[in-house]
DNA sequence: CTGAAAGCGCTTACAG
DNA sequence: CTGAAAGCGCTTACAG
């Protein structure tokens, strides 16, 4: 059906290597037959089987992405990974986590399967992925971690994400800076997780500072959107704080969507922050201060990265660069959320 | 490294071919032998290369993916996907337009050269399709248009998505029962989109009832969001309409958001209707009355559609089944947004 | 019922 | 500088 090395080979009157060198790179071949060679390959539409150059050569063009798709976040995180990947005519084969059909090792063995050159993860959710990254690290395929950083931080894994740390630190400082001392945090469960992280960050800041209190609650996520159950905690404290950290810019929108079922007007009796600057978001009323990320250069990041790795792998010239961890500082955006306390 | 059949081979003291053949369905070799065979297969930690499995069976298991990934809606299109792809062992290549690399004839090659079973495509923005899919259904590659059809509906591919006509007809109807008779619609711009669909089926519904008015206006998307543009014309109209439709949540937001800026209530100076029901809009204020779509079901009957196809292809009985369009019942939801018009 | 051989479409040593 | 051969790891006819 589709054409091969040999179809062109027999037109041109040469062996199948011949072409197979032809086409290639190295330029073995004598300028006036690889001209005619080539213009055989290109009027035939030659195209060549990239799964045949997977067994031969050891590298499909192709790496493996685990995540999880929700917000727009995520969508940028896609876009920047696809565009570094594309400039290098790699592909992701992208999986993610499956109500039903949680099996993480076994998605990491369909793509080991298939022979990826690299794994692209998002260590989201539950799952004890050091267990899991095993069989990839024994094939000697490159990992890299994207937007959140695997707990036992392994020396083989690098990491391209947010410095959620300086993030939060610059969220309480600007806070603080307004006259606030009654905080509140809004979480997310897991530990691991950038946002708890942010959350933790915060309350340390704030916490540096004498005279200040700072209450954490937790948001429950139903798989697709967050309660609002943990805002009204905090809402209901006596007192009642008077600024609210929400460590996403949806959790946040939980607490000025509760703020105004209970009559509070944002910023006058509370003040809100976010993190993350999603568009979606950018219409909120009124609108929301928060930490701007950029992750499509976190993916577009991330990807090269892996890209580097592999490409390390196979020119085995020097021994491997040790481990890189990659934080992108985030960037204060001061809308309509935040003001000086009440009486201040 | 990885082992293979021959490793099996040796240590069971039959062919390599032994082997594959007893890995395989075909029950050809004797129990007791294939017994062994499969331990050894089991304690060697035994996997097989998908790449030569290709090539030998001319299935890979893959397919390839083009989509774009913006909002929530579109996650939940792909969790459904995978959710089916997932069930019969399958995986996809994703691969979106790139404002840099716009070149979308280069990502069909570079999923054909790979050799995908199938290509699930969802046809947005003004791209010819039609000349591009040729090189794919030249290759007797399945097709299957989500989300969007394709134009000239072509006989080799199927379609599944949502019965737009029927979910604008259901909210003016909602409108008209209400007692509303000047109506706006917001419109996207490109004629072929699921919104533009919404929008004509609105309009010609309302038209449909003597004494009505209609006025279509088109939002900017400007790659991230909508603009408040086409939102604000609406409202500047004389005399204003009462109710609006949002052929999208995300456009019906902006309705929202620019009445608010003029002081006007929702739903008491004005209703508004969306399309889609995305989670991150149930907590807008006021909720949103919208009509329900089921994105996650829609991807997973595209790729089922998909996976059956190729199916079809390599069970050469009888003849193939002809074109199939799905198209998805929406559900009207009544939220908050709605009202019968002032003074009525 | 089982083994040896051919072949999938390439690349890469290895001879001339 | 070029050709013939071997090999990547499988599957599938084809002989015994």
């Not at 740390?165 to 001392?181: C, Q, Y």
């Not at 909120?284 to 792998?313: C, N, W």
Request: glycine share 8%; net charge negative; with cysteine.
């Amino acid at each position: 059906m589709a054409v091969t090395l040999k179809d062109i080979a027999e037109q041109a009157g040469v062996s199948q290597a011949a072409v197979s060198i032809a086409l290639g790179s190295s330029g073995r071949i004598s300028g006036t037959t690889r001209d005619r060679i080539l213009k055989i390959a290109t009027d035939l539409g030659y195209r060549p089987n990239l799964l045949v150059q997977g067994i031969q050569t050891g590298r499909t063009q192709t790496i493996g992405l685990l995540m999880n798709f929700a917000s727009a976040f995520d969508a940028h995180l896609f876009d920047g990974i696809h565009n570094a990947l594309s400039d290098q005519q790699y592909v992701p084969i992208v999986l993610c986590r499956d109500d039903d059909h949680g099996n993480v090792l076994e998605q990491i063995h369909s793509l080991l399967d298939r022979r990826v050159d690299g794994v692209l993860i998002r260590p989201t959710d539950g799952t004890v992925w050091e267990d899991h990254l095993e069989a990839i690290l024994q094939r000697g395929v490159p990992v890299v971690a994207l937007d959140v950083e695997i707990q036992a931080k392994m020396p083989q894994i690098d990491f391209c994400g947010t410095d959620d740390i300086h993030g939060a630190h610059t969220a309480a400082k600007h806070l603080l800076d307004l006259g606030h001392r009654r905080f509140g945090v809004l979480n997310s469960g897991d530990p691991r997780t950038p946002m708890s992280i942010r959350g933790q960050a915060f309350a340390e800041a704030v916490n540096a500072t004498k005279g200040t209190t700072c209450v954490t609650q937790l948001s429950a996520w139903n798989g697709r959107t967050y309660e609002n159950d943990g805002a009204r905690a905090l809402l209901d404290l006596t007192p009642r704080p008077t600024a609210i950290f929400g460590t996403s810019d949806n959790v946040a929108a939980t607490v000025v969507h509760a703020a105004d079922d209970r009559g509070l007007s944002v910023p006058d009796d509370l003040s809100v922050v976010g993190f993350s600057d999603t568009e979606i978001l950018r219409s909120s009323r009124p609108t929301l201060t928060t930490m701007r990320q950029d992750p499509f250069e976190i993916g577009r990041r991330a990807a090269k990265m892996l890209l580097d790795r592999i490409d390390e792998k196979h020119n085995r010239t020097a021994s491997p660069a040790p481990r890189q961890a990659v934080r992108q500082k985030t960037e204060l955006v001061v809308r309509k959320s935040t003001a000086p306390p009440a009486g201040s």
